[in-house]
């Protein structure tokens, strides 16, 4: 099947491409002078991302655990929560609220009141936001040490989660998370070629004609 | 020189074939327990959820919302307990559709690709009633934002195809046989029964103990994973 081969692959590059265009393409949400508009537009783009990252992380974990199992299990293990971070866009109730005539401060208040919930709290995002970072610093560690994808691959997941990480720990440059996404497409493209060129059914098409000898001397 | 399932030598580090990765290594194998535990623990942890909440997360409109104000301090709660149902749900999923995979690939795969829209981060609509609540805003305001939130909630409304991605996933591993016949049968019930206690107002207890069918199902057809035969 074309799809089981080529599918988790195109995911692997759109996820990371769409997180590093949506912090080109629009302006973080903000509360006073929210653009409800604008915000729709971030908020539709926003479901490419919501869709296919765990899936696309899920397949940088397959390839890193080909070369270093134990580390790209972990990798794999403490990366994917984070892409599952159940409540979504926070900034719909703001949303929501602005077209609901709720005054502005009660919508600050109701972003504070948010913060206090669990995905929110400084232990969600510990359990979440630096799990993340940590996973991904651990699968590029592993695309390194068990080299089953290229160099660079392995190279760019390390630099993009230890922007990742500074992001949890000190307030980057708005630029920093396109540059942080960038990279991880990079990675994650070079783990989609080597998921394509590993996928069992190009094994067996290489295996194809498995006892075929050569003329002797080939 | 015979071909062989070898890669041809290209000089590249990356591109060899012959892995490290045992597929009955100690890693492997802890894996496979894991996932299969993770396919039980899941969706009985959802179930736990729902029997013990003090929300009636069954009915919905003003007397919903009302009943969360009266409530609100359990909400933290219910939100850490669902949060960590997700990504064992996930491991589950994964180990069951790799085991209906294995009997009926196209089968197994259109269940997995439906069955992830059950994993897709969307705005949690009780997190907005939590907020406005907590915030000062009056019953009817939060009730209108709770009924009609951002249009890409929308997504949200997938669940039901994810039910169904479930379903073929235990069809699958029916007619694969790839799995106890229990897991598989219980798989295809749950996700019929797991909708019902909504669209009938039942009580929470009720909807917990469909996903207690959901728990034997998913970890049922995960226990496929363990067999000695096949990957």
């Given at each position: 099947?074309?799809?089981?081969r080529?599918?988790?692959?195109?995911?692997?590059?759109?996820?990371?491409?769409?997180?590093?265009?949506?912090?080109?393409?629009?302006p973080?949400?903000?509360?006073?002078?929210?653009?409800?508009?604008?915000y729709?537009?971030?908020?539709?783009?926003?479901?490419?991302?919501l869709?296919?990252?765990?899936?696309?992380?899920?397949?940088?974990?397959v390839?890193?655990?080909?070369?270093?199992?134990l580390?790209g299990?972990?990798?794999l293990?403490?990366?994917?929560?984070g892409?599952?971070?159940?409540?979504?866009n926070?900034?719909d109730?703001?949303?929501?609220?602005?077209r609901e005539g709720?005054?502005?401060?009660?919508?600050?208040?109701?972003?504070e009141?948010?913060?206090?919930l669990p995905a929110?709290?400084?232990?969600?995002?510990?359990?979440y936001?630096?799990?993340?970072g940590a996973?991904?610093?651990?699968?590029?560690?592993?695309?390194?040490?068990?080299r089953?994808?290229?160099?660079?691959?392995g190279?760019a997941?390390?630099?993009?989660?230890?922007?990742?990480?500074l992001?949890?720990?000190?307030?980057?440059p708005?630029?920093?998370?396109?540059?942080?996404?960038?990279?991880?497409?990079?990675?994650f493209?070079?783990c989609?070629?080597?998921?394509?060129r590993?996928?069992?059914t190009?094994?067996?098409?290489?295996?194809?004609?498995p006892?075929?000898?050569?003329?002797?001397g080939? | 020189?015979?071909?062989?399932?070898a890669a041809?030598?290209?000089?590249?580090?990356?591109?060899?074939?012959?892995y490290?990765h045992?597929?009955?290594s100690?890693?492997d194998?802890?894996?496979?327990?894991?996932?299969?535990?993770?396919a039980?623990?899941?969706?009985?942890?959802?179930?736990?959820?729902?029997?013990?909440?003090?929300?009636p997360t069954?009915t919905?409109?003003?007397a919903?919302?009302r009943a969360?104000?009266?409530?609100?301090?359990?909400?933290?709660?219910?939100s850490w307990?669902?949060?960590a149902?997700?990504?064992?749900?996930?491991?589950?999923l994964?180990?069951?559709?790799?085991?209906?995979?294995?009997g009926k690939?196209?089968?197994g795969?259109?269940?997995l690709?439906?069955?992830f829209?059950?994993?897709?981060?969307s705005?949690?609509?009780?997190?907005?009633?939590?907020s406005?609540?907590?915030?000062?805003?009056?019953?009817?305001t939060?009730t209108?934002m709770?009924?009609?939130?951002?249009?890409t909630?929308i997504?949200?409304?997938?669940?039901p195809?994810a039910?169904?991605?479930f379903?073929?996933?235990g069809?699958?591993a029916?007619?694969?046989?790839?799995a106890?016949?229990?897991g598989?049968?219980?798989l295809i019930?749950?996700?019929?029964?797991?909708?019902?206690?909504?669209?009938?107002g039942?009580?929470?207890?009720?909807?917990?103990?469909?996903?207690?069918v959901?728990?034997?199902g998913?970890?049922?057809?995960?226990?496929?994973l363990?067999?000695?035969?096949?990957?």
């Amino acid at each position: 099947m074309k799809i089981a081969r080529y599918g988790p692959a195109a995911l692997m590059v759109i996820a990371p491409l769409s997180l590093a265009l949506g912090g080109v393409l629009f302006p973080y949400p903000t509360i006073r002078g929210h653009d409800p508009q604008g915000y729709l537009a971030l908020a539709w783009f926003s479901q490419i991302w919501l869709l296919t990252l765990a899936p696309a992380v899920i397949g940088v974990g397959v390839v890193a655990m080909r070369g270093a199992p134990l580390l790209g299990a972990l990798g794999l293990v403490l990366t994917v929560p984070g892409t599952l971070n159940a409540d979504g866009n926070p900034y719909d109730l703001v949303y929501a609220g602005v077209r609901e005539g709720v005054p502005v401060a009660t919508l600050e208040r109701m972003m504070e009141r948010v913060y206090e919930l669990p995905a929110y709290s400084p232990a969600g995002v510990w359990l979440y936001g630096v799990a993340f970072g940590a996973g991904a610093l651990l699968l590029g560690v592993a695309l390194l040490v068990g080299r089953s994808a290229p160099w660079w691959a392995g190279f760019a997941l390390v630099a993009s989660a230890v922007v990742a990480m500074l992001g949890a720990w000190v307030e980057l440059p708005d630029v920093a998370r396109p540059i942080g996404w960038t990279l991880a497409t990079a990675a994650f493209a070079g783990c989609a070629v080597s998921l394509v060129r590993h996928h069992p059914t190009s094994a067996a098409r290489r295996s194809s004609p498995p006892t075929v000898e050569e003329p002797s001397g080939a | 020189m015979a071909y062989s399932c070898a890669a041809p030598a290209t000089g590249r580090p990356w591109s060899h074939d012959e892995y490290r990765h045992d597929p009955r290594s100690g890693v492997d194998t802890f894996a496979r327990n894991f996932m299969v535990a993770a396919a039980f623990a899941g969706p009985a942890v959802m179930a736990v959820a729902l029997m013990t909440s003090p929300l009636p997360t069954t009915t919905e409109g003003e007397a919903y919302v009302r009943a969360f104000a009266a409530n609100l301090d359990a909400y933290a709660w219910s939100s850490w307990v669902f949060l960590a149902a997700f990504p064992l749900i996930l491991a589950g999923l994964l180990a069951a559709a790799r085991v209906a995979r294995q009997g009926k690939p196209v089968l197994g795969l259109v269940g997995l690709v439906l069955a992830f829209l059950m994993m897709i981060p969307s705005a949690s609509i009780d997190d907005t009633l939590y907020s406005a609540l907590k915030s000062g805003v009056d019953v009817a305001t939060a009730t209108k934002m709770y009924s009609t939130p951002a249009p890409t909630a929308i997504v949200g409304e997938l669940f039901p195809l994810a039910l169904i991605g479930f379903l073929l996933i235990g069809v699958a591993a029916l007619l694969g046989k790839t799995a106890p016949t229990w897991g598989a049968i219980a798989l295809i019930v749950g996700p019929i029964l797991v909708p019902i206690p909504w669209i009938t107002g039942m009580s929470t207890v009720v909807a917990g103990a469909a996903w207690l069918v959901m728990a034997a199902g998913l970890g049922g057809v995960a226990l496929g994973l363990l067999r000695r035969t096949g990957s």
